[in-house]
């Protein structure tokens, strides 16, 4: 019995307050989850993500990952993310930028590689190389049949190319990779 003013918290409580109730009673009906792609998922019961594993195999053989994110977008985000790729690739680190400002991808642009097509290789998407210090760069601007093509994807679709570019892009071993994120708030699910 709950004593009236108890200042105890349930371990569903704790985990609603840090984030993702996953392995909690609530994976699927807490506020939190309003919004979130893998809501299904865990409403069915599943609570793990089955490309959960091999984004984590990729993950893991890149010491480094940074995000260059701001709530606002013209603020420079995209050349803070070349700015710094080139300063550590300059370093002798190995580099690799994630351009995920699906909108307006201008990473192909400055790193010279637009132009380039990422290759499909039975390991997985083989990202353009940089000429400037061989850097490793996999933008969506790649993956448009003309580089002018607007782009319109929201919520599932959005975070579906994001999980592509972890789960499926081959980065080898990095030093770093460098994400330079769209500034639209909801990106974060």
Request: glycine residues 12%.
């Amino acid at each position: 019995m709950e004593k009236q003013g108890s200042s105890e918290t349930t371990p569903d409580e704790v985990a609603v307050a840090v984030g993702c109730p996953s392995e909690t009673g609530l994976a699927g009906k807490a506020k939190v989850c309003q919004g979130c792609p893998g809501r299904d998922l865990c409403l069915s019961g599943g609570g793990k993500d089955p490309d959960q594993e091999l984004i984590d195999v990729r993950m893991n053989a890149i010491k480094h990952k940074i995000l260059i994110l701001s709530g606002k977008g013209g603020v420079g985000k995209s050349s803070i993310a070349t700015c710094l790729a080139t300063a550590l690739a300059q370093c002798n680190k190995k580099v690799g930028i994630a351009d995920l400002d699906i909108c307006g991808p201008s990473i192909p642009k400055m790193m010279g590689v637009e132009g380039q097509k990422v290759i499909n290789s039975e390991y997985g998407w083989v990202p353009m190389r940089s000429p400037n210090h061989d850097i490793k760069v996999m933008s969506v601007g790649a993956l448009l049949e003309e580089a002018d093509s607007a782009v319109v994807w929201r919520g599932p679709r959005k975070t579906a190319i994001i999980k592509r570019f972890t789960k499926d892009t081959f980065w080898g071993r990095l030093d770093y990779l460098i994400f330079d994120i769209l500034h639209n708030p909801d990106i974060s699910s």
